[in-house]
């Protein structure tokens, strides 16, 4: 009876079930349906209890084959449980890759552009795309070096308004450009407009359109031109 019961789900009944074979006088044909009625229970139940497994095996006095079988059954038992275990624990985020993105604010509509040539990356939170426009009330200097320290990418959007901004010069360029030195941040950089970027530390690194600024494309050809450097920032991100 316990072990139909315990074929139904009811766990609590599996010491009761082997406290009761045990205190009985067992003759052969009570042993044989024992065995099969503890076999069947654990081939459907849901819920293992080795240790009783192991109790009710040894009192069964079971075969040498039988045994066998047993063990097989508690080593797959035993393998189920750990499959569940790391089913169950929650996967570890995929790291996000963190975008800087150096500009003037007198050229916001390329940065606007280039945000939404790259929405699809953001929203599938594959890409973390940090700009100015993300400060919040506070100690903006602060935010912006946490911003640069944790980036893995710096994208510059270059032109005459970038070079004469001091903030850009003293410290954005120059602070992102020692961490692509120390920890590989990857530097990319458009040109916007024609500027004396040749007189600026970028000249040391290789631009997406140095030879031609993009205000002198036509609409087309700058699309082109966006998009090229955000499928760079997909490559990156190792997507298709």
């Given at each position: 009876m316990y072990a139909a019961i315990i074929r139904a789900g009811d766990q609590t009944k599996t010491t009761h079930l082997h406290e009761t074979l045990q205190a009985v006088e067992v003759f052969p044909l009570v042993r044989s349906v024992w065995k099969i009625e503890i076999l069947d229970s654990f081939r459907t139940t849901t819920i293992f209890d080795p240790r009783a497994f192991n109790l009710w095996r040894v009192a069964s006095r079971l075969s040498d084959r039988s045994?066998?079988?047993?063990?097989?059954?508690?080593?797959?038992?035993?393998?189920?449980?750990?499959?569940?275990?790391?089913?169950?624990?929650?996967?570890?985020?995929?790291?996000?890759?963190?975008?800087?993105?150096?500009?003037?604010?007198?050229?916001?509509?390329?940065?606007?552009?280039?945000?939404?040539?790259?929405?699809?990356?953001?929203?599938?939170?594959?890409?973390?795309?940090?700009?100015?426009?993300?400060?919040?009330?506070?100690?903006?200097?602060?935010?912006?070096?946490?911003?640069?320290?944790?980036?893995?990418?710096?994208?510059?959007?270059?032109?005459?308004?970038?070079?004469?901004?001091?903030?850009?010069?003293?410290?954005?360029?120059?602070?992102?450009?020692?961490?692509?030195?120390?920890?590989?941040?990857?530097?990319l950089w458009i040109l916007l407009d024609d500027c004396l970027w040749e007189d600026s530390a970028l000249k040391e690194y290789q631009g997406e359109n140095a030879g031609r600024a993009i205000s002198a494309m036509t609409p087309s050809e700058q699309t082109q031109t966006i998009k090229k450097i955000c499928v760079k920032v997909r490559d990156l991100l190792g997507g298709d």
């Open positions: 045994l066998q079988y047993f063990d097989a059954v508690l080593s797959s038992s035993k393998r189920n449980e750990s499959a569940i275990n790391t089913l169950s624990t929650p996967a570890a985020s995929p790291k996000r890759l963190k975008l800087f993105v150096s500009y003037s604010r007198r050229d916001v509509a390329w940065l606007e552009r280039f945000q939404r040539m790259m929405s699809p990356l953001i929203r599938s939170e594959r890409l973390d795309l940090w700009d100015d426009t993300k400060i919040q009330p506070g100690k903006w200097r602060d935010q912006i070096a946490k911003a640069m320290s944790e980036a893995h990418v710096a994208l510059f959007l270059v032109s005459e308004n970038f070079l004469a901004s001091d903030f850009i010069m003293r410290h954005e360029l120059p602070d992102l450009l020692r961490y692509a030195d120390e920890r590989a941040v990857t530097v």
